[in-house]
T-cell receptor
Framework: KAGVTQTPRYLIKTRGQQVTLSCSPI?????VSWYQQTPGQGLQFLFE???????NKGNFPGRFSGRQFSNSRSEMNVSTLELGDSALYLC????????????FGPGTRLTVL | AQKVTQAQTEISVVEKEDVTLDCVYE???????LFWYKQPPSGELVFLIR??????QNEISGRYSWNFQKSTSSFNFTITASQVVDSAVYFC?????????????FGRGTSLIVHP
């Protein structure tokens, strides 16, 4: 079974631009979660989607948004990029029931200049 | 609120040494789940183990073993006869359903460096 895939793997943007990251979950998984990982803050939860609905949301500004499609693929968008948005963005998928194990993708490394 | 503490920021060992990574958690719930993940330099978090609060049995998988002790709220991870390929950042995580959500809380991670 294929694992979680994320595209692109690397991105370089400038301040003020916007970016869209994509995540394809493991086949059969209905939940997709997004995390931001930085050296200073560690792994921080952004949001979780289940069956095309946002089920949980972390403490991030409204510039961070996401969506999930009917095939469970998910995208996250960051508008008006700031230098502090430079991070590794990780996507994780799970079956979606309670505390199911989350399986992570390789991440997208975003650099904002 | 749930909390995970990995007090060891970085551990450096020589190959074939045994090493234990500590994880201490806090939760008010009686039902919760604990996880360990490995993050090699490539960046992807690799799932290692999931344990629920009702199962305190220790687990061994090859060179890896886990010691879960509810009395001390700890879920420690031991690598026996470490190898260079074990070099990575290891994360402990807790999921307890607080606030109606099972989103896991991760510790800050322990960077393990295994020297040849």
């Amino acid at each position: 079974k294929a694992g979680v895939t994320q595209t692109p793997r690397y991105l370089i943007k400038t301040r003020g631009q916007q970016v869209t990251l994509s995540c394809s979950p493991i086949s059969g998984h209905r939940s997709v979660s997004w995390y931001q990982q930085t050296p200073g803050q560690g792994l921080q939860f952004l949001f979780e989607y289940f069956s095309e609905t946002q089920r949980n949301k972390g403490n991030f500004p409204g510039r961070f948004s996401g969506r999930q499609f009917s095939n469970s693929r998910s995208e996250m968008n960051v508008s008006t990029l700031e230098l502090g948005d430079s991070a590794l963005y990780l996507c994780a998928s799970s079956l979606g029931h309670g505390a199911d194990t989350q399986y992570f993708g390789p991440g997208t490394r975003l650099t904002v200049l | 609120a749930q909390k995970v503490t990995q007090a060891q920021t970085e551990i450096s060992v020589v190959e074939k040494e045994d090493v234990t990574l500590d994880c201490v958690y806090e939760t008010r719930d009686t039902t919760y789940y604990l996880f360990w993940y490995k993050q090699p330099p490539s960046g992807e978090l690799v799932f290692l183990i999931r344990r629920n609060s009702f199962d305190e049995q220790n687990e061994i998988s090859g060179r890896y073993s886990w010691n879960f002790q509810k009395s001390t709220s700890s879920f420690n991870f031991t690598i026996t006869a470490s190898q260079v390929v074990d070099s990575a950042v290891y994360f402990c995580a807790l999921s307890d359903g607080s606030g109606g959500s099972y989103i896991p809380t991760f510790g800050r991670g322990t960077s393990l460096i295994v020297h040849p």
